[in-house]
């Protein structure tokens, strides 16, 4: 039977590109490292690695063990939580989303830690691309998109939507294509996603974003209207981001012919074991959209 310390110390060197970093991360020696390698070379009866100097590439044998052998550590990292008790209200719950959702729905899962103090929240607001990213790579435990998942290892179901709003200084109150070529565009992570999106279904002159002039951009998710209320240009939003914006009276949104919803996904890893807390959470956040949405 193949030893799954070697298993482990194969796919922590692939992942890390380099001898002396596996070493540390592991808290082994190089030649400790390179004697893991050199046991699996032999139990496979193959080359996994071609050597070139302090560098290497992986072979077709090592490639193709590396997808299996990253499936199986995974596996036995969640056999851990699958045998150990798995508490429905305590733990910590590891979430992400875009932080429009996020600023609505975090502080309504603190109430819910306040009700199960053991019960952790750990959110972090962030774009679709990295909620995708960090599924795949199981460092949480379930995240929320605005879009579906390009990852095959992400499952995602629809739960909800959220109007797309344009924002526009309080001195363009009824904003016309002419205006918002002169403001110029207020960017964030998921803004060209979300302009493009209300844009297109409400001005026929739109081509694309590059046609106006990017007059900014933040990543921080209660500041991206900060420079439209100061006159700096235009931005389009989810609803709930826009209202927990403190500064009312200097923006003003417009409701737009044609309605844009941006859909909310439930995202899951499909592999990854869902734990009784990681259930707890999920069914609160369904639930507190269900009544949103009423």
Same mark, same amino acid.
């Given at each position: ?26 808290? +082994?020696?190089?030649?400790?490292? /390179?004697? *893991? ?12 690695? +071609? ?10 044998? %090592? ?27 305590? %733990? ?15 502080? *309504? ?35 929320? +998109? ?13 739960? /909800? /939507? ?77 609803? *709930? ?54």
């Amino acid at each position: 039977m193949i030893n799954p310390t070697w298993l482990r110390t194969f796919c922590t060197l692939v992942e890390r590109g380099h001898f002396t970093r596996t070493a540390e991360k592991l808290h +082994m020696t190089q030649s400790g490292v /390179s004697q *893991h390698i050199r046991k699996l070379e032999e139990h496979f009866d193959t080359l996994l690695l +071609m050597r070139e100097g302090k560098q290497f590439s992986l072979t077709d044998a %090592g490639e193709r063990l590396y997808d299996e052998a990253h499936q199986i550590i995974a596996n036995l990292s969640d056999l851990d939580s699958k045998i150990r008790e798995d508490a429905t209200f305590a %733990g910590v719950v590891r979430i992400m989303s875009p932080g429009s959702i996020g600023l609505k729905l975090y502080p *309504h899962l603190l109430t819910l830690q306040q009700a199960f103090p053991r019960l952790i929240i750990d959110y972090r607001f962030a774009p679709n691309s990295d909620v995708e990213q960090a599924l795949a790579e199981r460092k949480i435990d379930f995240g929320i +998109m605005s879009r579906r998942s390009t990852l095959k290892e992400v499952d995602c179901q629809l739960i /909800s /939507s959220e109007a797309l709003l344009l924002v526009t200084p309080a001195s363009l109150p009824d904003p016309h294509w002419q205006g918002l070529l002169e403001l110029g565009f207020i960017d964030h992570p998921d803004g060209t996603h979300h302009a493009g999106l209300l844009l297109s279904q409400n001005f026929t002159e739109f081509q694309n974003m590059n046609m106006f002039e990017k007059k900014g951009f933040s990543n921080q998710i209660g500041l991206i209207l900060e420079p439209v209320s100061r006159g700096l240009g235009f931005t389009v939003l989810p609803s *709930h981001a826009v209202s927990a914006f403190a500064k009312q009276s200097l923006i003003c949104t417009s409701e737009l012919e044609k309605p844009v919803k941006d859909s909310l996904y439930l995202s899951l890893n499909h592999k990854k074991y869902v734990r009784n807390r990681t259930q707890t959470v999920i069914n609160e956040v369904n639930n507190w959209l269900e009544n949103e949405n009423k």
